[in-house]
């Protein structure tokens, strides 16, 4: 049980500092806010789903114009158990659309469930792939709303899911 609040301490304490440190990067134009090499983006992120409010962080950087990769960590926590999902992402981003605020991209999440039941109920800790689409609207130059829906196609996590 300890351990899993420190987990549950440490996400907090992780999504609060992307809350501070969600800013796109210094020099740029707010007409020309979107994805480009070098960034580094740091969001916080919330789930949805039918039992419990899925909360974690997902970091990417920008290695060429088009192409990030990062990380995403992602916990459940309910009364019959807690599935911690760490991943490694990659996307591609549509920066030749060249809209103004905004970053479309789609990539995949190669990642490990792992889950941790009381007696009594039943899942499964593995391997999962999840394919992605998403979007990035930039308010202004330090505040962005990022939408992101799942599509899980390998492992015992399969289905759609959508994070804020």
């Given at each position: 049980?300890?351990?899993?609040?420190?987990?549950?301490?440490?996400?907090?304490?992780?999504?609060?500092?992307?809350?501070?440190?969600?800013a796109a990067p210094m020099?740029?134009?707010?007409?020309?806010?979107?994805?480009?090499?070098?960034?580094?983006?740091?969001?916080?992120?919330?789930?949805?789903?039918?039992?419990?409010v899925p909360f974690?962080?997902?970091?990417?950087?920008?290695?060429?114009?088009?192409?990030g990769v990062g990380g995403t960590v992602m916990m459940w926590l309910w009364s019959h158990g807690t599935i911690i999902m760490p991943s490694v992402d990659g996307a591609y981003h549509f920066t030749r659309l060249d809209v103004d605020k905004l970053d479309l991209f789609a990539g995949a999440s190669l990642g490990f469930a792992i889950f941790s039941a009381k007696e009594g109920y039943g899942g499964s800790s593995g391997l999962y792939l999840s394919p992605f689409v998403a979007g990035r609207y930039?308010?202004?130059e330090k505040m962005a709303v990022s939408l992101r829906l799942n599509f899980s196609v390998l492992g015992d996590w399969t289905g759609v899911g959508g994070l804020l």
């Open positions: 049980m300890k351990f899993n609040q420190s987990i549950v301490a440490l996400l907090v304490l992780a999504l609060c500092m992307s809350m501070a440190l969600a020099g740029k134009k707010y007409a020309r806010l979107q994805f480009h090499k070098g960034d580094k983006f740091l969001t916080p992120q919330i789930g949805l789903n039918s039992y419990t974690g962080v997902n970091f990417e950087t920008a290695i060429t114009e088009n192409i930039w308010f202004s």
